[in-house]
């Protein structure tokens, strides 16, 4: 059984298309992020609602698009744009902008849920303990299959001709069940989560309500490949 301990601080979800022309640098900036900040888990989201302007997003997912615009609600601004870097569930910034993104990393609280992520020859095992921030009631266990690198030709649109290099690209977003605090495993069958060569295996723990996603507190990630 390989198992990987909560390593990540803070956790930045970047939602991006590549039918936008100012998303580049902030899929640059997600790369560096991704090959420089070992306490720093970064996500990136795809998004599908910019395909009628001429290139369908060959990694968009209706899911992120959904998942960005619950954000949005939850938060009140109805603030819905790409690229959009989202710091722990809460705060957002325009992701091309580093001085900003950073700052507000900065703000941003320390995950300090504990989270174990175990991967055996039958099951994902995510085991969460501590305690819900105040005031929260719940919060949900996230588990997300995630491909290392992806390199796309884009032919149409507004990035027409460029050829970019996408990382730590969610391909599957599901529940794995609700956390109520105290210490509690979760399990999923290995075989329902399509786990391929070049898949790494993440769990978020975050604080959920009626109104939405909000804060994450919790965070795992494993290299499926590697094995850690």
């Known amino acids: 059984m390989n198992a990987a301990n909560a390593g ?23 790369e560096q992020f ?12 795809p998004v599908d609602y910019w395909d009628y302007l001429g290139w369908k997003d060959t990694m968009a ?20 744009y790409t690229p959009q870097m989202v710091i722990n569930g809460e705060e957002h910034v325009v992701g091309s902008r580093e001085a900003d993104v950073r700052a507000a990393l900065k703000r941003a609280e320390p995950l300090a849920t504990d989270v174990t992520l175990k991967i055996s020859d039958m099951a994902v095992e995510a085991k969460v303990s501590g305690e819900l921030p105040a005031g929260a009631k719940m919060a949900t266990v996230y588990f997300l299959r995630v491909e290392d690198e992806a390199t796309v030709d ?31 495993t979760f399990r999923m069958a290995k075989t329902k989560l399509n ?10 723990i975050q604080v959920e309500d009626n109104e939405g996603p909000g804060q994450i507190i919790g965070a795992a990630a494993m290299d499926w490949k590697k094995g850690f």
């Not at 979800?13 to 640098?25: A, D, I, M, V």
């Not at 960005?68 to 603030?79: F, V």
């Not at 786990?195 to 978020?204: G, K, Q, T, V």
């Open 8 to 30: 990540p601080q803070k956790v930045v979800e970047l939602f991006t298309s590549q039918g936008c022309s100012s998303c580049p640098p902030a899929d640059r900036l997600a």
């Open 154 to 184: 884009i032919g149409r649109g507004e990035n027409a001709g460029r050829e970019i290099t996408y990382v730590n690209v969610v391909r599957d977003l599901m529940p794995m069940g609700m956390w109520s605090g105290g210490e509690e």
């Open 34 to 45: 991704v090959q420089e900040e070992a306490d720093i888990l970064t996500l990136v989201l």
């Open 195 to 204: 786990l391929i060569s070049d898949a790494r295996c993440i769990i978020l």
């Open 61 to 80: 997912s209706p899911v992120h698009s959904q998942r960005q615009r619950a954000y949005a609600q939850k938060r009140g601004d109805r603030s819905v």
